[in-house]
């Protein structure tokens, strides 16, 4: 079974608009980190937020947030007010504790922000 | 720059010769990871190292490939006997310890093998 699920592979959004990512992940582990990456045409990946599985609260960091919603497994990225420069590949990143620490990622979501 | 640095950027070579690329990691950084990324997927997972001690390999990490991370600071990745099919982006991360922190990544070596 695939451990992160990205079921869009593009999106389009309206400049100024909020916008919803998906992501799912399957794990047995207790102890679990969940990350969003963006990656620009260029191949960077740049951190986006972070969620610890024993977090309470929805992480947020600027326009960044994520919805995690623990019994259902998911752990969707909401950029709010979606600018030019958020035109990019978005993935989303799992790393459990009993499972070496490494991440494992999904395919990922084109975003295009149309003008 | 005290950022995550990978070199060379990009690397042709024939199919069958060997072809090595190196990591420094951010210098605290105890953890380092190597992914492999094709166009339009994500980052799969190859090997990781917890400073100079490698704990996990990928059923991807063929024989031809090979890891280090000597005295636990920079990484090389060692691809023997290149294929057209090893032609991808190869990416580097490091973390520290900690397990509610992001890994950084470098830039990434885009190996082309024709």
């Known amino acids: 079974a695939q451990k992160i699920t990205q079921t869009q592979p593009g999106m389009f959004v309206q400049e100024k608009e909020a916008v919803t990512l998906d992501c799912t992940y399957d794990?047995?582990?207790?102890?679990?980190?969940l990350f969003w990456y963006k990656q620009p045409s260029s191949g960077e990946m740049i951190f986006l937020i972070y969620?610890?599985?024993?977090?309470?609260q929805n992480a947020t960091e600027g326009r960044y947030s994520l919805n995690f919603q623990k019994a259902r497994k998911s752990a969707n990225l909401v950029i709010s007010a979606s600018q030019l420069g958020d035109s990019a590949m978005y993935f989303c990143a799992m790393r459990e504790r009993n499972a070496g620490n490494m991440l494992t990622f999904g395919g990922g979501t084109r975003l295009m922000v149309k003008p | 720059d005290t950022g995550v640095s990978q070199n060379p950027r990009h690397k042709i070579t024939k199919r069958g010769q060997n072809v090595t690329f190196r990591c420094d990691p951010i210098?605290?950084?105890?953890?380092l990871y190597w992914y492999r990324q094709t166009l339009g997927q994500g980052p799969e997972f190859l090997t990781y190292f917890q400073n100079e001690a490698q704990l996990e390999k990928s059923r991807l990490l063929s024989d031809r490939f090979s890891a280090e991370r000597p005295k636990g600071s920079f990484s090389t990745l060692e691809i023997q006997r290149t294929e057209q099919g090893d032609s991808a982006m190869y990416l580097c991360a490091s973390s520290p310890l900690r397990m509610n922190t992001e890994a950084f990544f470098g830039q990434g070596t885009r190996l082309t093998v024709v």
């Open positions: 210098s605290e950084h105890n953890r």
């Open positions: 969620q610890g599985s024993y977090d309470e």
């Open positions: 794990t047995s582990d207790q102890s679990y980190g």
